[in-house]
Structures are given as structure tokens and as C-alpha cells.
């Protein structure tokens, strides 16, 4: 069975970091790109950003600008798990953050994690 599980999310304050992972299961993560998505209370998901897979040379693809130079995204195929660096946190990154799979960073979606909330205040 395909799974994703998200972990890592919490309160931060401004400007602080925080790790989330993504645990995948059932299948092989080095075929696979894995992207993280968030969606903030009444608007709408976006995508954040994503890793192509071990086979296409872990390509970092970037949805979103505004956390260019602030998150960052990794893999570790040892132990089945992509993570989330983010960094200089605002209030606007608050959100519930999903990791997601898919064959390539342009076609996420056949798989989706249920989410961790990042909320990011004084």
C-alpha cells in the first residue's frame, strides 16, 4: 500500500526553521519525484517544491519564488524519506504543508500525504 507520511510541523516563531519529513512506504522512492504542497486557511493549495527522482538526478524544481534561498528539499533513499528545510519562516508560510508523489515535478499527484500544520508566530 502507498503511503506518505508527513511529521515535523509545529509553532515557530518568525524568522526560525523547521525540518518536516515525508516517510514513504509501498513503493520505490528513487523512481519517483516527491513535491510538497501547502494549503493556508481559506485560500487555495499551492505547490512549494519538489525533487525529481534519484534517476533523474534529484533536480530541484521550484514552484513557488517567494521561498527561493529559504526552504530547500533533500532526499535520503536509505531511509525512505524526502524532507523539507525551511527557513526565515513568516507568518504567510503558516499553512498545512503535504508532501506528494509523482513520476516527474511536472506530474505530482497520484499520491498525497495528509498533511502537517507549519504555523509560524509570535
Known amino acids: 500500500q502507498v503511503q506518505l507520511v508527513e511529521s515535523g510541523g509545529g509553532l515557530v516563531q518568525p524568522g526560525g526553521s523547521l525540518r518536516l519529513s515525508c516517510a514513504a512506504s509501498?513503493?520505490?522512492?528513487?523512481?519517483?519525484?516527491i513535491g510538497w504542497f501547502r494549503q493556508a486557511p481559506g485560500k487555495e493549495r499551492e505547490g512549494v517544491l519538489c525533487i525529481s527522482s534519484k534517476y533523474s538526478s534529484d533536480e530541484i524544481s521550484y514552484y513557488l519564488d517567494s521561498v527561493k534561498g529559504r526552504f530547500t528539499i533533500a532526499r535520503d533513499n536509505f531511509k525512505n524519506t524526502v524532507y523539507l528545510q525551511m527557513s526565515s519562516l513568516q507568518p504567510e508560510d503558516t499553512a498545512v504543508y503535504y508532501c506528494?508523489?509523482?513520476?516527474?515535478?511536472?506530474?505530482?499527484?497520484?499520491?498525497w500525504g495528509q498533511g502537517t500544520q507549519v504555523t509560524v508566530s509570535s
Open positions: 506528494v508523489r509523482g513520476r516527474r515535478c511536472n506530474s505530482v499527484g497520484d499520491a
Open positions: 509501498g513503493f520505490n522512492l528513487d523512481y519517483y519525484a
